[in-house]
C-alpha cells in the first residue's frame, strides 16, 4: 500500500524535489520515470550514447550517469548534491570519499566543495567499484548519512538521496508553518452570486493571488467565520442587489472597512490593494 502523506510533511516532499529537479534541469539531466532500483541496469539496457539522468521518489532520489569516463563527471555529481544540500537549507556538510586520485581531488578543490579521504563509508570499494563517496552531516558519532554514490568500472556513476531523511532533517530545522491562509475569500449565497464568484475566483487564482469560497451551503456567519480562519487579506461580499448596479462590495478583513468597487474594476482593485 502506497504511503499517504499530507500536510506539513507533504509540503516538505514536494520542496525538496521541486528543488531537485530544478538543479537537475541547471546541469542538464533528463528526468526519467518511474525510477526502479535498477535504473542504471535500465537505461545501460536501452542507451548506446553517454547520458546524464534523474529521478524523484517518494522514497529516494538520484542520478545516474552513462558512459563517461571523465573525472570531471564524478566531481560535477558530487558538487551538484553538495550545493543541492546547502540550497534546502542544510549545512555543516562534508564529503566522504575513499579514493586519492589527484584528477578527482583537483576538481572538487576547484569547485570549492568540503572533503576528507576517509575509508569508512557504508558502500565498500570492490571490484566493481571505482569510487565511492558519501555526505554527511554532522561530526564522529552524530554523523548522518545524506548521500552516497559510486563509480562502477564500466563507467556508472550513481546517486542516492534517501528522501525521507531529509525531510526528518528540515522539519527539525525548518520554520515553515502548515498555516492555511488565503488573500482573498469570496462569500456567495444565491446562484447568480455563486456564478459571478465562479468566474471571479477563477480571474484572482489566475492572476497568481490565493483565493478560497465556501462550497458546503454554509450560513453567512459561517463564512465569515471562514475567512478569519484563512487569515483572509480582504471579503469579497458579493449580492444580487450590488451586482444589478454592477457593483462588489470589498471588505478589507484588518480594517474591517467596506468599499464599493466597480465590477469591471475588481480584479485591479483587488491587485492594487494587497
Not at 93 to 113: A, G, P, S, W
Not at 145 to 153: A, F, P, W, Y
Not at 242 to 256: R, S
Amino acid at each position: 500500500m502506497a504511503k499517504t502523506i499530507y500536510g506539513l510533511t507533504a509540503k516538505y516532499y514536494n520542496y525538496i524535489n521541486r528543488v531537485f529537479g530544478t538543479v537537475c534541469e541547471y546541469y542538464n539531466y533528463e528526468l526519467v520515470s518511474p525510477a526502479t532500483k535498477e535504473i542504471a541496469k535500465e537505461i545501460e539496457a536501452i542507451k548506446e550514447e553517454p547520458g546524464k539522468f534523474y529521478y524523484n521518489e517518494l522514497e529516494e532520489m538520484g542520478i545516474t550517469s552513462i558512459g563517461f569516463s571523465s573525472r570531471m563527471m564524478d566531481a560535477e555529481i558530487i558538487s551538484l548534491a553538495y550545493r543541492f544540500l546547502e540550497e534546502i537549507g542544510i549545512t555543516d556538510l562534508m564529503i566522504k570519499l575513499n579514493t586519492q586520485e589527484k584528477e578527482l581531488l583537483n576538481y572538487l578543490n576547484y569547485l570549492d566543495v568540503d572533503y576528507e579521504l576517509n575509508d569508512d563509508t557504508k558502500v565498500s570499494l570492490d571490484e566493481g567499484n571505482l569510487m565511492v563517496f558519501e555526505i554527511v552531516m554532522g561530526e564522529n558519532d552524530k554523523e548522518v548519512v545524506l548521500c552516497s554514490g559510486i563509480r562502477t568500472n564500466n563507467n556508472i556513476v550513481t546517486l542516492s538521496i534517501p528522501t525521507e531523511k531529509i525531510v526528518e532533517i528540515l522539519e527539525s530545522i525548518s520554520n515553515m508553518k502548515n498555516e492555511k491562509r488565503v488573500d482573498v475569500y469570496l462569500v456567495a449565497t444565491t446562484e447568480e452570486e455563486k456564478l459571478t464568484a465562479v468566474r471571479l475566483i477563477q480571474d484572482i487564482r489566475w492572476s497568481e493571488i490565493t483565493a478560497e469560497m465556501d462550497y458546503l451551503e454554509k450560513s453567512l456567519e459561517e463564512k465569515l467565520n471562514e475567512a478569519n480562519k484563512l487569515s483572509a487579506r480582504m471579503v469579497i461580499l458579493l449580492n444580487e442587489e450590488d451586482l444589478k448596479k454592477g457593483m462588489i462590495t470589498v471588505k478589507d478583513n484588518l480594517t474591517k472597512e467596506e468599499t464599493k468597487v466597480d465590477e469591471s474594476e475588481i480584479l485591479d482593485y483587488i491587485i492594487s490593494n494587497l
